[in-house]
C-alpha cells in the first residue's frame, strides 16, 4: 500500500516556539532544516527540509522579529503547546479545476488567495492557494496549493530527509475519504484520535513525527 499520499506538496509542523523546534529536529535527524522565510503580517516565519520528489516539510511558528498580528496566526500556531503536524497541502496540476471539481463532489475548499514571502536571499516567493473554506476541524482534508511561475522550495537546495510515510487517525475515517477523493488524493485512514504522523529517513535512522 502507497503511504504517499498522491500529489502531496508539503507537510504542515506547527510550533509555538520555532526555534526550540528547529534545534529538537536538527537533533533527532541529525540535520538542520534550512531557514524559508517570513510571512509578512501574519507574525509567523518557517523553516524547511525537503522530502524527496517534489515535496517538503514546512516547520512553522512565531516570528520574534515581527510585531503581533492583527488576528490569529496561521495553522492555530498561537493555540499550541507542543510542536503538531497541523495539516498537509496537494499540488493539483490545474488549481482552478480542482477547486470546480471538488465541488462539483461536494465538497468546497474554498476560495482561492495570493501569497508570498521572500527567502533569506531575498528571492520573493509567489503562490496561490485555497483558504479553507470551512475545513474539516481535524486538519486532515489537505488545502490546495500553486507555485505558478516561482521555483519550488523543494528545488531551492534544501537539506534532504526521504519521506517513508505518512498516515493520519481520525474519529470517523469514513467521514473523511470522501473529501479526500474529492481532491483527488488520499491519505492512509485508522480510527482513534485525530492526528498526522510521518516518518523520514535519517542518518540517525527513521524518525517519525506527529
Known sequence: MNTIPPRL???VLATPD???TVAEFTRRTGVAPAPGGAHVGLGTRNHLVGLGGCAY???IGPDPRQPAPAGPRPFGVDGLDTP???TWAICPPDLDRAVVAARACGYDPGDVREMSRRRPDGTLLEWRLTDGGD???SGLVPFL???GATVHPSASGLP????LEVSATAPDPDGIRPLLAALGTGMPLAEGPVGI???VDTPNGPVTFD
Not at 534532504?160 to 519521506?163: A, D, E, F, T
Open 145 to 147: 496549493i500553486d507555485w
Open 18 to 20: 520555532l526555534a526550540a
Open 84 to 86: 503538531r503536524t497541523i
Open 197 to 199: 504522523s510521518f516518518t
Open 57 to 59: 516539510l514546512e516547520i
Open 135 to 137: 475545513p474539516h476541524p
Open 160 to 163: 534532504v530527509l526521504p519521506l
Open 9 to 11: 506538496d508539503h507537510l
